[in-house]
């Protein structure tokens, strides 16, 4: 079988490209709908008061 014109490289990439096409397809559905709450250290407290919050720990850290 005759390959096409393609070189080395580009039939490398295509299949680079079409690999993360199928895992963005599968992976990020996930991400998008995600229950995450951001999060952010607070500027001028010390590290002993961090209080995080979620939803399966109510308590201080």
Do not use: C
Not at 6 to 16: C, D, E, Q
Not at 24 to 33: Q, S
């Amino acid at each position: 079988m005759k390959h096409t014109s393609h070189t080395r490289a580009v039939r490398f990439l295509s299949g680079l490209f079409y690999f993360f096409s199928v895992f963005m397809l599968i992976a990020l559905p996930g991400h998008l709908h995600s229950q995450w709450l951001p999060q952010s250290i607070p500027v001028n407290k010390p590290i002993t008061a961090l209080e995080f919050i979620d939803s399966t720990f109510k308590g201080i850290l």
